[in-house]
């Protein structure tokens, strides 16, 4: 039984922020239920996808139970009382005050269940200037700074291909659920939980990607940190490698077979290596070039150094320790067939999380 078992949530969110934290909830042991209208959560078709099922939705809807309620028909809202004070927990991600004009307000829901921790995520916040901006992941990137921290040689911001603001959200709600629940064994009553995916996003790009805007008095500034990434050709491919404290330089130049190229003794130290960073990255280019993936990682894992090989999309699902590790799941979908997902990453000696987590609903599967 995973550390949730017994906490019942009711799932409306849609898309991925919300949903996502749900399914990390169901993956340590709660019981979702995600509630969804008459039409169904756009993501289900959203990519690719089997009938009314996309790979999106099965990976952050896994393991939940499944019902369709038309809230916008007064004639259900008796059956939706019922699950709020059924619930524990209630997730949404509707545009700020949409549950409220249904009749289902956060002060409503707390009266009939005053035990409830409800997390409502918006994309700017539930209330301000923005407020009433539709938001999807790229519009966020935008604000939040997470598109300029991409920004190449010429300055120009581009976009991460990822939905980095929304599973950073749905990590973040995740976290934020749990931290209610246990203020809730203390104190014996829910509360409101907001979270805004410009505050995540802003929380999560912060440490590094706004590390020269940190200081309010001047502090020597440094190039940002993304001109100091980068990924190097090999024979056959790519490598990924980095060496910021001396003694992973040194791991990093035993790996390469201590090439006469970098043996200049102002490589020792990190000052001398910034100092003479051109010569350095000439050096090591050359290095890495002259060799294949296969023997850059051999390297690499002799040594302990600071380095991997970059994987196709292919290269991730047979790579050794993604094996090892068991990253990657099958759910049985019924009909449609086995789907991949991934496993639920924390491990806990104690009360494991769901190795093997059960189908998405299907829209009206009614698992009540």
Same mark, same amino acid.
């Given at each position: 039984m995973g550390p949730l078992a017994g906490i019942k949530v009711l799932d409306m969110s849609q898309i991925v922020s919300g949903p996502m934290a749900g399914a990390w909830l169901a993956d340590q042991g709660a019981d979702v239920l995600k509630l969804e209208a008459p039409s169904g959560d756009p993501v289900r078709t959203v990519g690719v996808r089997k009938g009314n099922m996309s790979a999106i939705f099965v990976s952050v809807n896994r393991g939940k139970r499944g019902a369709v309620l038309d809230l916008k028909d007064p004639a259900t809202h008796a059956d939706f009382e019922a699950l709020v004070q059924w619930a524990d927990v209630l997730i949404e991600n509707f545009r700020p005050g949409?549950?409220?004009?249904?009749?289902?307000?956060?002060?409503?829901?707390?009266?009939?269940?005053?035990?409830l921790i409800y997390c409502a995520i918006t994309g700017f916040g539930p209330d301000g200037p923005y407020a009433n901006i539709r938001a999807y992941d790229p519009v966020v990137q935008a604000a939040s700074g997470i598109a300029a921290t991409q920004a190449d040689a010429q300055g120009k911001?581009?976009?991460? #291909?990822?939905?980095?603001?929304?599973?950073?959200?749905?990590?973040?709600?995740?976290?934020?659920i749990t931290a209610a629940l246990f203020a809730r064994e203390r104190t014996g009553v829910g509360q409101r939980i907001d979270v805004a995916m410009l505050d995540a996003a802003l929380a999560f790009n912060w440490?590094?990607?706004?590390?020269?805007?940190?200081?309010?008095?001047p502090a020597a500034p440094f190039p940002d940190y993304g001109s100091l990434t980068r990924l190097w050709p090999a024979q056959d491919g790519q490598v990924s490698m980095a060496a910021i404290q001396d003694s992973e330089f040194a791991a990093m130049r035993a790996s390469l077979g201590h090439p006469e190229s970098l043996a200049d003794p102002r490589f020792d130290s990190m000052a001398g290596?910034?100092?003479?960073l051109a010569n350095l990255l000439t050096a090591m280019g050359a290095e890495v070039a002259r060799r294949t993936?296969?023997?850059?990682? #051999?390297?690499?894992?002799? #040594?302990?150094?600071?380095?991997?090989?970059?994987?196709?999309?292919e290269e991730v699902l047979a790579d050794p320790q993604v094996q090892h590790n068991g990253s990657i799941l099958t759910v049985d979908q019924g009909a449609l067939g086995p789907v991949r997902v991934a496993r639920h990453p924390a491990r806990f000696s104690g009360t494991p999380a769901n190795d093997a987590p059960g189908p998405a609903p299907e829209l009206g599967d009614n698992q009540r």
């Open positions: 949409a549950l409220a004009k249904l009749g289902f307000p956060y002060d409503r829901c707390a009266g009939l269940n005053p035990r911001p581009s976009l991460v #291909q990822s939905l980095v603001c929304d599973k950073v959200t749905a990590l973040t709600a995740a976290q934020a440490p590094e990607g706004m590390y020269n805007h940190a200081f309010l008095e290596r910034f100092a003479n993936r296969a023997d850059l990682m #051999q390297g690499f894992k002799a #040594q302990g150094a600071v380095g991997c090989t970059v994987n196709s999309r």
